[in-house]
């Protein structure tokens, strides 16, 4: 596959159809602006990139790293972490944004979030998302501290900031721009949100 380029227009998200070998970049041309990634297997999207599994049987770190492989639900490799542009602003403690987390907040009526982003782009495909897998949460700031408390800093991730991950199978990877903006209580993405661009191919 040549390179493509995509944008992802801010609160919104795409997916990519990914072969084995191929490599997808994000990247933040504005900063301060977290990515919610996702992969599914292209052959049984039941089977998708778990943190989960990850962490217990690959990384055993709580943080995207690169030189990282991350593994499916059913504990097989399915992409590898292999360039890390973004000084390691990365995270995967929370949840993908929801409705019911807006509602939370506060927010009255319909807010655009991560899981109706990964729910509409899955959907397009015929394809029924139900539960929301743990994304990673690229450029993102929060943190756990030593005492176990989850702090989101102010996003310090700056423009031009990237990633880069190979597939190790065949994958359908969706990557939404975070939509949130309650900043006044989480800086997740901060004077954003933002959109954010992406290459695939044999980068
Ligand atoms: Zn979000």
């Known amino acids: 596959m040549n390179i493509q380029s995509f944008e992802i227009l801010a609160r919104a998200a795409l997916s990519f159809d ?9 990247i933040s041309p504005h900063g301060h602006q977290v990515a919610d990634f996702f992969a599914f297997n ?4 039941a089977e998708y990139l778990s943190a989960r599994h990850t962490l217990v049987s690959s990384t055993r770190h709580l943080y995207p790293r690169a030189g990282q492989i991350f593994l499916t639900s059913l504990r097989r ?5 292999v360039e890390d542009g973004a000084n390691e602003q990365h995270e995967m403690l929370l949840a993908a944004c ?10 009255e009526g319909h807010h655009a979030s991560c899981a109706e982003n990964l729910q509409v782009v899955m959907a397009a495909r015929g394809i029924l998302v139900t539960e929301i897998p743990q994304p990673l949460n ?8 030593p005492d176990g408390t989850i702090i ?9 900031d990237y990633c880069i991950f190979q597939m190790l199978r065949d994958c359908i990877v969706v990557v939404s721009a975070c939509p ?4 006044t ?10 959109g954010l661009e992406v290459s695939v191919g044999k980068i």
């Open 18 to 26: 990914l072969r084995v070998g191929d490599k997808i970049k994000i």
């Open 42 to 45: 292209a052959s049984n999207p």
């Open 77 to 81: 490799p399915i992409l590898k972490f």
């Open 98 to 107: 929801d409705p019911a987390r807006y509602q939370l907040l506060g927010v």
């Open 138 to 145: 690229l450029f993102s700031s929060t943190r756990a501290e």
């Open 152 to 160: 989101t800093h102010p996003n310090s991730s700056q423009p031009g």
């Open 180 to 183: 949130f903006d309650v900043e």
């Open 185 to 194: 209580q989480f800086p997740v993405n901060v004077g954003g949100p933002h």
